[in-house]
Antibody, heavy 123, light 106 residues
Framework: QVQLVESGGGLVKPGGSLRLSCAAS????????MSWIRQAPGKGLEWVSS????????HYAETVRGRFSISRDNAKTSLYLQMNSLRDEDTAVYYC????????????????WGQGTLVTVSS | SYELTQPPSMSVSPGQTASITCSGD??????ACWYQQKPGQSPVLVIY???KRPSGIPERFSGSYSGNTATLTISGTQAMDEAEYYC?????????FGGGTKLTVL
């Protein structure tokens, strides 16, 4: 069955960097847009970034643009999120998800989601 | 900036119908989706493209749309439906989520 497993979270100081990974299995990764979505402790969901099936198109939320970079390696069936210049407000559980029905113009829905990995930014 | 507005909370008695609304000026241009999230769990898609139900989602979950408001309806609500519900839509190439509605079944 479809499985998404995030890893790479942890404690990092403000201004630091972290790289998240999402291992995909049970489906052909290269057929789908993929996304990262985060949830701060006790808060709602916030979309972070999306990437097209081949990696040609990427989109970012205004809050992370210029600091975060999404990428993928379809051969390794993995999705990545490089996070630089981290801030306290980036503290959250980060989920990866398949973005079905999505094009370079956006649209679509997120299904399924991984179990998430916690990123804590604190001095 | 564009926002999706949901009521923060609502309650429903078991067996009754719960209707959760999501309003946004640009909903008329885009489909709405709905996610259910139970404590300590990842979100689960329950409705996509306004009114389509993914396989495995019970028939008591339905979606509708009118004007600038999308509605998630849970008919015959069960105790297991107690959860946070989020609507989601797109503004150009940016995905937006509503603030979430905590549904209590009591």
């Amino acid at each position: 069955q479809v499985q998404l497993v995030e890893s790479g979270g942890g404690l990092v100081k403000p201004g630091g960097s972290l790289r998240l990974s999402c291992a995909a299995s049970g489906f052909t990764l290269s057929d789908y847009y993929m996304s990262w979505i985060r949830q701060a402790p006790g808060k709602g969901l916030e979309w972070v970034s999306s990437i097209s099936s081949s990696g040609t198109y990427t989109h970012y939320a205004e809050t992370v643009r210029g600091r975060f970079s999404i990428s993928r390696d379809n051969a390794k069936t993995s999705l990545y999120l490089q996070m630089n210049s981290l801030r306290d407000e980036d503290t959250a559980v980060y989920y990866c998800a398949i973005a079905s029905g999505t094009s370079y113009e956006g649209g679509g829905w997120f299904d399924p989601w991984g179990q998430g990995t916690l990123v804590t930014v604190s001095s | 900036s564009y926002e999706l507005t949901q009521p923060p909370s609502m309650s429903v008695s078991p067996g009754q119908t719960a209707s959760i609304t999501c309003s946004g000026d640009k909903l008329g241009d885009n489909y709405a989706c709905w996610y259910q999230q139970k404590p300590g769990q990842s979100p689960v898609l329950v409705i996509y493209q306004n009114d389509k139900r993914p396989s495995g989602i019970p028939e008591r979950f339905s979606g509708s749309y009118s004007g600038n408001t999308a509605t998630l309806t849970i008919s015959g609500t069960q105790a297991m439906d107690e959860a946070e519900y989020y609507c989601q839509a797109w503004d150009s190439s940016t995905a937006l989520f509503g603030g979430g509605t905590k549904l209590t079944v009591l």
